[in-house]
């Protein structure tokens, strides 16, 4: 009886409500903060940060909307130094606030490979060795030995480089090949329509050497394509090993390639 007469005085209510206000508000209180720390609702739209700085991003005071994390860096000679090339999340996409975003930059200093060892070998396997660890073919020096399309040596700027130098990467080689005891003629590959890599890397393998380049349409290395060459590879011509061929390029914005191909049909 004592239970049911609490239950009737008022204080008892009025302890009650209370309660339950007070419940009601501390549970508020916890939501509100969770949205506070979770920036619950607030939704950013990532900018587009390639060719961007740092420095630039600083001085756009952007750390206050995201957080930015570089988690790589690469050398490219084509690409000013220390700036961005890849992000993640990509541009436009829709995060919270401080959010991470992870950079790849451009590196400021080029990276350092190990000079191989290419005496000895042939020509094709040094190209492919010489391309798998980041330094180019510049010129090929033919001279009379029996060791016919074989690296005889290998220099960087005029010297001979050693096996295990350290030298950077994108470094250009030179190579001194045996031209063998017999002169032989070769034929001139067919390289319209290819970009710039992949047509100094078979004028290499042919045996031959790139002689001047003619730019048409600018000098943008994504866009750049064989228009011309001479000798032409439909002249009939042959050449002795370490001979020039000389290249023009247009670039595939401004020149219909699949046309002229179509139009040429070499038989290759």
């Known amino acids: 009886m004592g239970f049911f007469y609490f239950l ?5 209510y009025l302890h009650f409500t209370i309660s339950i206000l007070l419940t009601i508000f501390l549970i508020w209180i916890v939501l509100k903060s969770l949205n506070i720390f979770t920036h619950h609702g607030e939704i950013l739209i990532v900018p587009d940060f390639n060719g961007s700085t740092i420095e630039d991003i600083a001085n756009e005071n952007l750390q206050n909307e995201f957080r930015f994390v570089i988690i790589d860096s690469i050398f490219d000679p084509n690409k000013e130094k220390g700036t961005i090339v890849m992000q993640d999340p990509l541009p436009y ?25 290419l005496v ?18 510049n010129y090929l020096d033919y001279e009379p030995d029996f060791a016919q399309n074989a690296v005889l040596e290998q220099l960087y700027d005029g010297e001979i480089i050693e096996p295990n130098t350290l030298i950077e990467k994108g470094s250009k080689i030179d190579l001194k090949v045996g031209k063998g005891v017999n ?4 034929p001139v ?19 031959f050497n790139v002689g001047k380049e003619y730019f048409l349409d600018g000098n943008d290395p994504l866009h750049l394509r064989i228009y011309k060459h001479k000798p032409s590879w439909d002249s009939e011509e042959l050449l002795t090993q370490g001979d020039y061929i000389n290249v023009w390029y247009r670039s ?4 219909d390639f699949d046309e002229l191909l179509e139009s040429l049909k070499p038989d290759t």
């Open 189 to 207: 590959p067919f390289l319209i329509g290819k970009n710039q890599k992949e047509a100094i890397r078979t004028i290499h393998l042919a045996y």
């Open 252 to 255: 595939d914005e401004h020149f």
């Open 183 to 186: 002169v032989t003629k070769f």
């Open 8 to 12: 009737k005085k008022k204080k008892f």
């Open 93 to 117: 996409s829709k995060v919270k606030k401080n959010r991470k975003i992870y950079l790849t930059i451009v590196a400021k200093l080029p990276e350092k490979v190990s000079m191989p060892n």
């Open 120 to 137: 000895d070998l042939s020509l094709r396997q040094s190209i492919v060795l010489l391309e798998t660890i980041g330094l180019k073919l």
